[in-house]
C-alpha cells in the first residue's frame, strides 16, 4: 500500500499556474508508476499524466505543453506544474501509485480555473 495525500489546489485566473504535489507513504515509491487523474463534475476520471519509474512522460493531449509533471524519489514526492489554466482544466486532481496490479489512489485536491 502507498499512502497518497495531495495538496496545492484552489482557485486561479485563466492563463494563470498552480503546481500540485503529492505526498507519498512507504518504500515503493521509487518503483511505482506515479500519475495525475483529474474528474470533473459529471465527468469520467481521465488521466492527465504519468510518469515511470525510469522518469518516462506521458500526457494527455488537452494539456500537452502546457503542464509538466515531475517526481523526486528521494523525497516520496510527486508534482504536477500547471499553466496556462484554462476553466475546462477545473476538476478534483487526483495522484495515483500503481505498481503492478496495484494501484492507489489519493483523497484529491480542487483546481478551479474561474475569472
Known amino acids: 500500500q502507498v499512502q497518497l495525500v495531495e495538496s496545492g489546489g484552489g482557485l486561479v485566473q485563466p492563463g494563470g499556474s498552480l503546481r500540485l504535489s503529492c505526498a507519498a507513504g512507504?518504500?515503493?515509491?521509487?518503483?511505482?508508476?506515479m500519475g495525475w487523474y483529474r474528474q470533473a463534475p459529471a465527468k469520467e476520471r481521465e488521466l492527465v499524466a504519468r510518469?515511470?519509474?525510469?522518469?518516462?512522460?506521458n500526457y494527455a493531449d488537452s494539456v500537452t505543453g502546457r503542464f509538466t509533471i515531475s517526481r523526486d524519489n528521494a523525497k516520496n514526492m510527486l508534482y504536477l506544474q500547471m499553466n496556462s489554466l484554462k476553466p475546462e482544466d477545473t476538476a478534483v486532481y487526483y495522484c495515483?501509485?500503481?505498481?503492478?496490479?496495484?494501484?492507489?489512489w489519493g483523497q484529491g485536491t480542487q483546481v478551479t480555473v474561474s475569472a
Open positions: 495515483s501509485a500503481a505498481l503492478g496490479l496495484l494501484v492507489n
Open positions: 512507504g518504500s515503493i515509491f521509487r518503483l511505482a508508476t
Open positions: 510518469i515511470t519509474s525510469g522518469g518516462i512522460t
